[in-house]
């Protein structure tokens, strides 16, 4: 299998809906009380704009979209914290047939280009403390702990 990332394009729109909607209900299966299902995890509209600022990009493999990345630029600046430019990583995921593959490497490598390009000092990301596979392929890929979010109900 070659696969190779690129920038997502109008006709990818239905496979990303899909690929989206495959790790969502994963999410509903851990946590039901604050989960729901969803069949459009991204609007056209919303997806038109990630389109037009060019942040979201998509894995392609067999001729097809097999992964889903998108991004945001954070500038950090306030008086508790070190100025910073993060990359943040808002969404990945990769079709279920095409996991543990190398796909979600081939993201990271195109996360750590456009740091490079545009000098930002870190990628970020936050995983669901239920996905243990995602966890452990961050950690494989260099990513470490920076905070851990905790809930009261």
Not at 34 to 60: C, H, P, Q, R, W
Not at 87 to 93: E, R, T
Not at 99 to 119: S, T, V, W
């Amino acid at each position: 299998m070659k696969a190779f990332v690129r920038n997502a394009e109008r006709k990818d729109y239905e496979a990303v809906v899909n690929i989206m909607g495959q790790v969502q209900e994963m999410h509903v299966k851990w946590r039901p009380d604050i989960y729901k299902t969803n069949k459009e995890m991204i609007s056209a509209d919303k997806f038109a704009g990630l389109l037009k600022e060019g942040t979201f990009f998509v894995a392609e493999a067999d001729g097809m979209v097999v992964g889903v990345m998108g991004i945001t630029f954070r500038h950090i600046e306030n008086p508790s914290h070190v100025t910073r430019n993060v990359i943040f990583i808002d969404s990945m995921a990769v079709d279920e047939k095409y996991r543990g593959m190398g796909i979600g490497h081939l993201f990271f490598e195109k996360a750590k280009q456009i740091k490079e390009e545009r000098h930002c000092d870190a990628v970020e990301l936050q995983v669901n403390a239920k996905n243990k596979a995602a966890y452990e392929m961050y950690v494989k890929c260099g990513f470490r702990e920076k905070s851990i979010n905790m809930e009261l109900i």
